[in-house]
């Protein structure tokens, strides 16, 4: 089997869109690690126990540190 492309991706954002490409990942074993934040501790919550990543937090910074590919999926007008 082929190693995945990436070891780490971070994404910023888990709603429909940043889910859905946190389960592409998942399956086509594309990282090693998912890193997952957003600002909603219940959101976050929720994305752990559909286990759609590897790590969680609510500061973006932290999932970004050393990822190989960031995704950002926030609504537009996001700060």
Known sequence: MASPMFEKIALVGIGL???S???VIRREDLAR???IATR???TL???EELGLGDSY???AKE???DADLIIVSVP???S
């Open 76 to 78: 537009v007008g996001s």
């Open 45 to 47: 919550k929720r994305a």
């Open 63 to 65: 999932a970004v540190r």
């Open 57 to 59: 937090t609510t500061e």
């Open 17 to 19: 869109i940043g889910s």
């Open 40 to 42: 909603s501790a219940s």
């Open 33 to 35: 690690h998912i890193a």
């Open 21 to 23: 490409l946190a389960r």
